[in-house]
Nanobody, 125 residues
């Protein structure tokens, strides 16, 4: 299994950025996919996920209304649209896949088996 994040970089507060997670080597349509991030000096946290079943989504409160997750089963990819980013969104962002065929996706790291290498996002003026 392979997950590769891209799209990170520098963005000004209030701008926008789209992260991509390209996948290969596993049955993408039957995996829930999550986005996580780790800010400097902090633990990694789950911020969003999308289920395999009905495309249901979850967002942590700190990004709700600003970030949007979407999956494209044909392309075996997941995207994280980041609108109105804030300096506190600065982190390394990871995508991960949960192979357990759960109906709903979850935010706990423990659910996810396959991980990408991360892409760095810096939000500053």
């Amino acid at each position: 299994a392979r997950l590769v994040e891209s799209g990170g970089g520098w963005v000004q507060p209030g701008g926008s950025l789209r992260l991509s997670c390209a996948t290969s080597g596993f049955d993408f349509e039957h995996h829930n996919i999550g986005w996580f991030r780790q800010a400097p000096g902090k633990e990694r946290e789950g911020i969003s996920c999308v289920s395999m079943s009905d495309g249901g989504t979850y967002y942590v409160d700190s990004v709700k209304g600003r970030f949007t997750i979407a999956r494209d089963n044909a392309k075996k990819a997941v995207y994280l649209q980041m609108n109105s980013p804030k300096p506190e969104d600065t982190a390394i962002y990871y995508c991960a896949a949960d192979p357990a065929r759960r109906w709903e996706c979850g935010r706990s790291e423990d659910l996810y088996v396959y991980w990408g290498q991360g892409t760095e996002v810096t939000v500053s003026s």
